[in-house]
């Protein structure tokens, strides 16, 4: 199986994907507003419990933002998320005994043959390209407004991720 996670500070969201690219799980976890280590050790339990769980062969992780995003991006919030991204990564590797594959979004998005067009809202699109891919399996739930709810599109970045990683997976073994 495979493990995708898409990590935030808030937030992480988490897919697991078969070999045949069966969505076996998919969801979101909230992190309250505790010290980075701390939201890191419940991300460490939460890990424990999945590989009980599940049998996870394979992690590939959302690499963070790198470059700031037209104003709505700090030095601060970057490093933040980077120093959070390096303790979860501890984390897969001391539960799982290997270390995750990071994978860019665009990158992911382009191995799963997601294209999205300059000026589209990217949240959306990614939402309603995994709602076609998985409509049984990722449904979406909206607020009173009529917007998925939070977290929705964590979940889906981490389906984009995991079948990212199962293509890269593929193109590995063909190539050996």
């Known amino acids: 199986m495979i493990l995708g996670l898409d990590i935030s500070t808030s937030v ?3 897919s697991i994907i078969d070999k045949q690219g069966r969505l076996v799980a998919c969801n979101f976890m909230k992190l309250k507003t505790l ?3 701390e939201r890191a050790e419940i991300f460490y339990e939460f890990l424990c419990v999945l590989s009980k ?3 996870i062969e394979h992690i590939f992780i959302e ?4 470059m700031f995003g037209g104003g709505r991006t700090t030095a601060g919030t970057m490093s933040k ?3 959070f991204n390096g303790m979860c990564s501890f984390a897969v590797r001391r539960v ?3 270390s995750a594959t990071l994978i860019s979004a665009n990158k992911a998005r382009g191995l799963v043959g997601l294209k999205i067009k300059r000026g589209e809202d990217t949240k959306a699109k990614v939402i309603e390209w995994c709602q076609k891919k998985y409509p049984r399996d990722f449904i979406i739930v909206l607020t009173n407004y009529g917007n998925p709810k939070p977290g929705t599109d964590d979940m889906a970045d981490s389906i984009v991720v995991g079948l990212a990683g199962k293509e890269i997976l593929e193109e590995n073994k063909k190539n050996t």
Not at 63 to 66: A, D, K, R, V
């Open 12 to 14: 992480i969201g988490y």
């Open 35 to 37: 010290a980075l280590e």
């Open 53 to 55: 769980k599940h049998d």
């Open 63 to 66: 690499e963070p933002f790198s």
């Open 81 to 83: 998320l980077q120093r």
């Open 96 to 98: 799982f005994g290997k």
